[in-house]
């Protein structure tokens, strides 16, 4: 027999079941009136993140610090920043050698487009000076330990000397930046060099009257640079003596400690 249940004239038909089989359970079949129960969490939570746009702004937020931190990363590693800082032409290099030892306004040019080839390289040379001077002197230090020791110093006094002046021109409100004290104190330098290899060359006799011709108008270019560059003149005057009294004093150092052991 037919399982429909009929219905008297004045009702609807609500539900008819189907007959089990095989062991199954029966299923409900909705005719009317009555919806299938339906997981309705995940589409509503679908419906917040869409509507009140969070996950947007999440991920938009996420991507831009990631990509706002491998920029600044790149800003570190790329060598197109201090670039310019070695285009200098071969020429150009020598007119600034000449010019660090002459104290008059053409020098400032060096200010305008400061450059760290001749400064590196003239520290280098410095210390191969140094190594120089002290082979023959039988000392028992190593071949090794010698050339640490004179790069490590002409590095140091480089550096730090340029970093010193920068941070007291910064006190007395000088318009020099850090690239321009670098390049001024490493073209410094090459006062050194000469008086240097000259004594070495020559003889301990030559190394006062070089540092008459040489050294001192080398320490007085220093001082003339500090000076201008100085709104205030009077502590500009300071800075630029302080300056020339560290150049000159360094080489003589330099000369006691490296150069007489030569002869010694």
Known sequence: MDSQQTTGPGESSGWYATP?????????????GVSAPRDTTGATMESFWDTTGLRGQLLSTVFESTTQKAMGLGEYTNVSIIQPLFDVEQRD??????????????????????????????????????????????????????????????????????????????LVLSTLSLVQSMCIWG????????????????????????CLCIALPSAITLAYIHYTQTPDHSKGLLVGGAASVVHLSVLVFLHATYIQVYYS
């Open 93 to 170: 290099v020598g007119r600034r050698l000449v010019r660090s030892l002459l104290p008059r306004p053409a020098t400032l040019e060096i200010l305008e487009r400061p450059d760290m080839y001749g400064p590196i390289v003239l520290a280098f040379t410095l210390a191969a000076i140094l190594v120089m001077g002290m082979q023959p002197g039988g000392t028992v230090m190593q071949e090794g330990t010698r050339l640490g020791t004179s790069l490590g110093f002409c590095f140091t006094y480089w550096l730090g000397t340029s970093c010193a002046f920068f941070g007291a021109g910064n």
């Open 187 to 210: 073209y410094g330098l090459f006062a050194f060099c000469v008086t240097l290899l000259l004594t070495v060359l020559l003889g301990p006799g030559v190394f006062l009257p070089l």
């Open 20 to 32: 089990m089989t095989g062991g199954s359970h029966g299923v409900m079949d909705v005719e009317q």
